[in-house]
Antibody, heavy 120, light 107 residues
Framework: EVQLVESGGGLVQPGRSLKLSCAAS????????MAWVRQAPKKGLEWVAT????????YYPDSVKGRFTISRDNAKSSLYLQMNSLKSEDTATYYC?????????????WGQGTLVTVSS | DIQMTQSPSFLSASLGNSITITCHAS??????LAWYQQKSGNAPELLIY???SLQSGVPSRFSGSGSGTDYILTISNLQPEDIATYYC?????????FGSGTKLEIK
């Protein structure tokens, strides 16, 4: 059974940094592109980042490019999201998601999410 | 960037009836479209991919259709467990974008 478990969320002040983690199990982690998707309170879904199987290629929307960094450790079956220069508009539940296979695909599996609140 | 326009935003229907949700892409996405269901307090779950392929384990009363820029999610024989918000998502190119969601209520 595919499982994705996020951690690392919490309350952080504007301008500060936070790193999220996602522990994956139930599949061969190194064979799949992985992603982060977020959802602001009572709002819709927004794709945040995608990383290739080896970690050599990363993709971001303009809203987080230059501030967020996605990375992975295949030996630990773990995905990360380093978030710098956080803004109030980054407040959201952050979901770890697995792409189906190659990069330009749907999100086949989702974790339960971790809440990040950016506030002073 | 490809914009996804989803309608309606809110839908109320009776048990046993059928409903349709539409998603319009700002350019041709060649069938590269997925639909998700999100129940209150839970993570989204995949329903349909490649516009019309049903994810394993999803009831057959869910179906998807469409091509080019226009896509439809149909739910037949509405059940109480279908209460949720539904999202479309394209994966034609980066950035990946979602529709704004359709909240389904059962009358």
């Amino acid at each position: 059974e595919v499982q994705l478990v996020e951690s690392g969320g919490g309350l952080v002040q504007p301008g500060r940094s936070l790193k999220l983690s996602c522990a994956a199990s139930g599949f061969t982690f190194s064979n799949y592109y992985m992603a982060w998707v977020r959802q602001a309170p009572k709002k819709g879904l927004e794709w945040v980042a995608t990383i290739s199987t080896s970690g050599s290629r990363t993709y971001y929307p303009d809203s987080v490019k230059g501030r967020f960094t996605i990375s992975r450790d295949n030996a630990k079956s773990s995905l990360y999201l380093q978030m710098n220069s956080l803004k109030s508009e980054d407040t959201a539940t952050y979901y770890c998601a697995r792409h189906f296979t190659v990069v330009l695909t749907w999100f086949a599996y989702w974790g339960q999410g971790t809440l990040v609140t950016v506030s002073s | 960037d490809i914009q996804m326009t989803q309608s309606p935003s809110f839908l109320s229907a009776s048990l046993g009836n059928s409903i349709t949700i539409t998603c319009h892409a700002s350019q041709n996405i060649k069938g590269w479209l997925a639909w998700y269901q999100q129940k209150s307090g839970n993570a989204p779950e995949l329903l349909i991919y490649k516009a019309s392929s049903l994810q394993s384990g999803v009831p057959s009363r869910f179906s998807g259709s469409g091509s080019g820029t226009d896509y439809i999610l149909t739910i037949s024989n509405l059940q109480p467990e279908d209460i949720a918000t539904y999202y479309c998502q394209h994966y034609q190119s980066f950035p990946l974008t979602f529709g704004s969601g359709t909240k389904l209520e059962i009358k």
